[in-house]
């Protein structure tokens, strides 16, 4: 597994390269060993990007138990139209119980999201990748600002993993615009939901449509502050507050 110091020397080397030439050699480095991350538009771009250079390329995603109806069916829609088998991970059962039981079903609203993605969403994410050595994401940088704005297109994953989990951003460097470009010239699925106004498409609780010339990220946990909206999976985004 490459250091630190190499990684940093990979990420600075692949900066400029396109999102296939990343997956390329993520794809190459890491074989079965790696999987994508997917839930939005820009996982369904890598994961068509990545379905052609290793079409039996390993995908997976999280089923949190609050997602849209349009969301599960969607996940059947990628499944057979890429042929590939998609693993579903689900909830952490006696944690979302336990939060259920104490604080009813929508205790977000009030002390925050965290509590809920932990057992919904963090839990499941640690098995899936407790059995991998890289995960690949669709993570942009432009996608929140907030949070986002300094991702590498290649980092040693801050939160998962025992130290050593590489996670690429092979889209860290698009835009929104790039990514639906891409869908619409390759006839990429997508889900429904988008054309309802919603752009980062969360569980149905925590996501809304956004209006015109708000931000996409506008649309999830509304509620709270823009420096917090990450869910868990990608908490190393977040700069601690003095």
Known sequence: MPERTE???LA???KDSSPQEILKY???RFGKDITIAFSGAEDVVLIDMASKIMPDVSVFSLDTGRLHPETYRFFDVVREYYNIQLEIFFANREKTEELVL????FSFYKDGHGECCAARKVDPLRRSLSIRAAWITGQRKDQS???RA???VIELDPVFGDGNLIKFNPLANWSSKQVWDYIRENNVPHNE???KGYVSIGCEPCTRPVLPGQHEREGRWWWEEATKKECGLHSGNI????
């Open 7 to 9: 990684l940093e020397k």
């Open 12 to 14: 600075d080397e692949y």
């Open 26 to 28: 993520a794809l190459n």
């Open 102 to 105: 104490k604080k009813g079903m």
């Open 145 to 147: 600002p907030n949070t």
């Open 150 to 152: 300094n991702i590498p």
């Open 193 to 195: 939901l988008h054309k």
């Open 239 to 242: 700069i601690p507050q003095n």
